[in-house]
């Protein structure tokens, strides 16, 4: 219901796309950071509504991090932050992490 952060973001210092080998959805993740610290994130996916609320819940999560923090959110974490997910959902919520993961590496890789 209601997710936040979702949409694009012209010219990211960093992006994430990974696919969902179970369903075949796709997770993009934009991230804008300044000094180490995500200052905006957006993302869009295909995926159902698991992946829909996780992301967003994970964006909602990084937003203000630092960049090396947000890469310590987890799988796990998220899930139980949305108090547990069905077994069969669990992997549409790691997309939104593996993403947000993505996205930093290639921030940190275009930094070199
Ligand atoms: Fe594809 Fe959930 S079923 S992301």
Redesign the pocket.
Known sequence: MNPKNVGTIENPDGYGKVG?P????LMEMYIKVKDDIITDIKFK?F?????IATSSMVTEMAKGMHIDKALEITRSDVATELDGLPPQ?M??SN?AADALHEAIKNYKSKKK
Do not use: M, P
Not at 22 to 25: H, L, T, Y
Not at 47 to 51: F, K, L, N, P, T
């Open positions: 969902n179970v369903c075949g959805d996916t995926g159902c509504g698991s992946a959902k992997h549409c997309l």
